[in-house]
């Protein structure tokens, strides 16, 4: 049975793994799935399963789980962010309207389901696509709106 999300989930990514026993191989599958209501919140899951349909069921339930609300500027971003994970670093850069998503597959399946429709991003050192959805999220967290900002400092605009 398929989990209530907010939206359809992304499957960025599923690995297989094999085990091998005295048989031969017995495998398993592991899977990285984004959700968003493409309205500011995103999540991220990663399930593993003997099958992958369920894998794919177990990251959908972490990845509802893991939502966050992300400040948007209408179409696009508020400011330029970098994210890093691991060896992975992201470059989050608003874009005019009318640009569209400039991203590689991973970093544009979790800005897709966040709802941004304008953006420019780039990706330095590792192409792992677990790490680089981390390194997004990672920018994502910091991204605050001028409103935010003043309210966090006690100044008027």
């Known amino acids: 049975m398929a ?7 992304k499957v960025i990514q599923i690995r297989r793994c094999a085990c091998v026993v005295k048989g031969g191989r017995r495998f398993s599958f592991a899977a990285l799935v984004v959700v968003g209501d493409e309205n500011g919140r995103v999540g991220w899951g990663y ?7 369920a894998s794919v069921d177990k ?7 893991r939502m966050v609300n992300v400040s948007l500027n209408g179409t ?10 691991g060896a992975a670093r992201v ?4 874009a005019s309207p009318g640009t569209g998503i400039i991203a590689g597959a991973a970093v544009r399946s979790v800005v897709e389901s966040l709802g941004v429709k304008d953006i ?5 050192g590792s192409n792992n696509p677990v790490n680089l959805v981390k390194a997004t999220f990672d920018a994502l967290n910091q991204l605050r709106t001028r ?3 003043a309210r966090l ?3 008027e605009l």
């Open 47 to 53: 399930g593993k399963a003997t099958e992958v349909p």
């Open 91 to 94: 470059l989050l850069m608003p």
């Open 59 to 65: 990251a959908t339930k972490q990845a509802n789980r």
């Open 3 to 9: 989990t209530a999300s907010t939206s359809p989930e």
């Open 147 to 149: 409103e935010e900002v």
């Open 120 to 124: 420019l991003t780039k990706s330095y």
């Open 76 to 85: 696009t971003i508020p400011h330029q962010v970098k994210g890093r994970f």
């Open 153 to 155: 400092r006690g100044v």
